[in-house]
């Protein structure tokens, strides 16, 4: 097979097999007929008529505010925090041990004391959630990309006299910029999740929720819209912060790309 | 923070070392960070015992503590237990054994990574979370919705380390076996494999915290047998204690889960050298 036409296969496979899969799909709900497994395309109507934009007001932005929100407090505390403990040893030695139980700890075994503690199943309970297990990828990514900056960058920062606030702002923070994001592209997976779940463990709004009264109601066609909602929620966040990323650390690619040659 | 930097945070590390003597390095971290957890656990019980929140709303500690060792003593805790750990283990082996194959198959193919690009493009980001109320009506609630759910969640990283591991593995050293006229299968088990290794463990090491995870949610969400269901039964009696003992109990599972796999991931990168690159 000449070079070409290798290609061409390979890009016809690309766009074949996604829409066999889909056809499959749809071919299979019809034929099976079982109302657990509505058909794709009735199952995308309903995706329009529910959420192109009926109700996107009312629960997709309150689902998207609560992500948006946990997701920022996160990477702010996580940098905030990871900066310093990744330039203090001891620093390290004192809090790694609260990171890693945080950390391997199943978020869900939290669900229920988070309200209890909280005395809310609103935002404040939400929020603060999502944001709790989100620090920890930005954190620990933080700390890793502090601790492997270049000493030969710190050295010639200081003797440029670049000292303090100014230092972390140059040299420290570019310099882990690419772990941090990193860090952010797992949090932000995992703030859909714990989305997902604090929605379905007691609320009265957001995607979770209709997940939740669908399933109660026996709503098929909404709960598998709900589904696929989430599908593409999680599917556009992430390549929106793919895009960020690429802008922010243009730099950062141009100069490895510079460095290699 | 003080100005000196990381210089200054790896110049401390190595004078410890020379000064004070191997033992002495080694052990004042060890006590700080015993002290560090020593002050949590303080805090935790003077918080809960002079009410700056109300011990009906954070038990202190040492009442969470007690609790747990007594629930430690019943039956049921253990049983909930081993169904919760009978979970998590079928959920990461199954995805284990149906990852690490697949991962190796379109690691392996150009085409075959193409092909399948988009699908696993979109059905990887999509939160297992959302897959219960469907489990909930289609297997119920059963071992094997949890375990579904917990395979599902274990998949993908494990998927994705698999066909990065295949595909970093030193050219080289591939034509160099093909030219010794290394058949297909022995190249695969004698040279991908072995360089895939690394990989494989760090996503193992991701996919069993995923699989626990997983493995409570579906016990808590859908009342499966395990941990999750009895937190889940003790909340809505509202007895608080049962519920922090609990997530105690699920805490310390999870830290031994994660400590035993990234032992694991060590000793496979120790042989490795090269760098790894973490996906998820």
Redesign the interface.
Known sequence: MSRRT?HA???A??I???LG?VAAWQLWTVHAQDP?FPRLSTILVQFRELWLFSQFGLHVVPSLERIGLGFGIAVVLGVALGI?L?????GR??????I??W???????????SI??L?SIGNRQKVSFIAFFCLFPVLLNTIDG??G?D?TM??TA?SYGL??FA?IRRI?LPAALPQIF?GM??SL?LA??MM??TE??SSTSGV?YV??I??NT?Q?AP??A??VL??VL??VL?LLLILVERRVLAWHRGWRAAAAQ | MSASGVASARSVSEETRFTAGAIGARVAPLLAALASVAVFLAVWELVSRRGLISEQDLPAMSTTFRELWSMMHTRDFWSAFVETVRGWALGLGIATALAVPIGIVLGSSQFALRAFRVPVEFLRPIPSAALIPLLFLTLGTTLKSEVFLATFGAFWPLLVQTIYGVRDVDPVALDTARSFGVGRFERLYRIKLPSAIPYIATGLRISSAVSLILAFTAELFMGTGGLGQIMNVSESFGLTEQVYALALATGFLGLAIYVAFAAIERRALRWHPSQRLEAS
Do not use: C, D, Q
Not at chain 1, 86 to 90: A, C, P, T, V, Y
């Open positions: 290798y296969a390979a890009i496979a690309e074949a097999v996604p899969i657990k310093p990744g330039l203090s040893r001891w030695i004192l809090a790694m041990p609260h890693e139980w950390r391997a700890m199943p978020p869900p075994a939290l669900l229920p004391i209890v503690l005395h502090v601790r900056i000493p710190i050295e200081r000292r303090g230092r420290v990193a592209r797992t997976s859909v999740i997902v779940l379905y463990f979770g997940l939740l669908s399933k026996f098929l709960m598998w709900a589904i989430i599908g999680g599917y992430n």
